[in-house]
């Protein structure tokens, strides 16, 4: 079996630390949009929980992990509450809450795409959907809050990067018969620093080419 | 068979009902934001069936219900000609309106939890998805018509709280192994009367604690 | 089986052709949104397959189409590569890329409802799947760009009416026992032709009744 990687315990975890960074960030955006409690609660648990449910229904893993797992329901509810109760505080720490949830991407989309590939998908597709299961928690968060995915933003630090070098370690891995759980280690290290990284030095992806001398003839235009 | 609560075909029935009203509210949001009359036939159908179809992926049964039967499929469209010709009337009937949608919502979380159960999930998530049957389609409307949705908002009456007590009420039966029709009743009715009361007397949750006084201060400041 | 109502590689070909356009409106929309780069692959992604994406779930065709086929994924990245290096070249050719579309649409609707048909699903249901096939891409589109979904919108050239009609002839061949390469072909080009003509002569759909009159009594109140 693949997809114990590690020690199940340990594995099950690193799954609920980073199902609740994952869970403060939709709650602290919750609070963001003047949401209520409830309003908090349900974006902490499909910010949490839905790139895994994407996953799962994509490869038919039904009812989906986040369904069967109580400890996966309650970790973001968890996380509600220490919001609720505390946002100055833990807003205070956004960049405890950046370096967790760097932490949660490198974690999940690495054991996204192992899963992906036990249940029969190809190396590029599991991948794919490893990267997915990282990232789609923040797109639905967003979606939700009726904001532009910050995934999409060019004006945001690299995010879908770090997943896919993460992803990619884990699927050449593979090809090469080595996964185990030092190179997944390795992936999931890779995918926080890189994260970690990007956020410091504010790495950011291009635009369309035409696009950029366009905007800037336009404020230019627009400036006069 | 659990989810042969009451007779079929008064379950059947209760169903159409259910799913027209929603059907109503989410024509009328298509009127309000200026769709026309194809988009108001969409969001009348995603609003009917957008939960329901959301806890059948969950739980794997699929085609969903809502590609099974012809009329699930029908009464939204008859939801829409009604609005078209009549919107006025029906926007002047919103009370009433607000009255089935709350007796859908009971009824949806009822049923929806059953459901859960009956295809293995356990009695926490059963509740969980019957809640997100009774709400799904809501915020399915919402998104659709991008606008924040209005379960997550501060300023809109309990609408969650209504269907997790219903839930709550199915599985606390199914756990003592009275679920019969009268206790099912029992959770639609509480449900339907919680709405009801939560519209009567404007009942809303809680933002995060800090949020609140801050506002008010940022308001002020902004004031002066 | 119905679904080889081509020769294979003509079908495969088709669909790459449907998935390339498709993309290529994801990915303009993209650059016009000021997305960066991933955003446009995302959006290219999530455009041209999100509507059979959406036709595998609720079917129970998993691993959908999208993470089997490698083409079907590598073709959208092609296109956003073709957009971001040319974009104003390929937004100077709108008119052929909303050729194109139309192409796309009927194909897609078409596939689908056949599809849909061969995994069981009744006459209605799989005509209904089929156009949601064609049509799910653009909306999933606009919902990730925080848009109103075009489909939706009164002031969009007519999009659902081809797909329906596109759909509805192929499940009338059904029906008749006449569905084969050359009834599959008339329902894509009528679909395709509808399209363009809608385009051509700004086919709209009508709003609510009442809605039109008091929106000009409230403009003429407003211009007062």
């Known amino acids: 079996m693949l997809h114990d990687l590690f020690n199940p315990s340990v594995q099950h975890a690193l799954d609920l630390v980073g199902i609740f960074v994952f869970a403060i960030s939709g709650a602290l955006l919750a609070v963001r949009k003047n949401f209520d409690v409830f309003g908090m609660a349900v974006l902490a648990e499909v910010t949490a929980l839905g790139g895994g449910l994407f996953r799962d229904l994509v490869i038919g893993a039904v009812p989906p992990a986040a369904f069967t797992d ?3 329901f309650l970790m973001p509810l968890v ?5 609720f109760f505390l946002h100055p505080e833990v807003e205070r720490t956004q960049t405890a809450v950046n370096v967790f949830d760097a932490a949660g991407l490198g974690l999940f989309c690495v054991t996204g795409t192992t899963k992906a590939y036990d249940y029969g998908l190809g190396l590029t597709s599991s991948a794919v ?7 789609g928690g923040g797109v639905l968060r967003d979606i ?3 904001e532009a995915p910050s995934l999409l933003r060019w004006d945001r630090d690299l995010y879908a990067v770090p997943a896919i070098v993460g992803a990619t370690i884990v699927v050449l891995s593979i090809r090469f018969d080595v996964l185990n ?3 997944s280690g390795i ?6 620093v890189l994260r970690l990284l990007a956020m410091r030095y504010h790495w950011r ?3 369309a080419w035409n696009r950029r001398s366009s905007t800037r ?3 230019k235009a627009t400036a006069q």
Do not use: D, I, S
């Open 70 to 72: 109580l400890g996966y």
């Open 79 to 83: 996380a509600t509450a220490l919001v």
């Open 129 to 135: 959907l490893g990267m997915a299961t990282g990232v």
């Open 144 to 146: 939700l809050a009726v």
């Open 181 to 183: 759980a030092y190179t």
């Open 187 to 192: 992936a999931v290290l890779t995918a926080f």
């Open 205 to 207: 992806a291009p635009r």
């Open 217 to 219: 003839e336009t404020e």
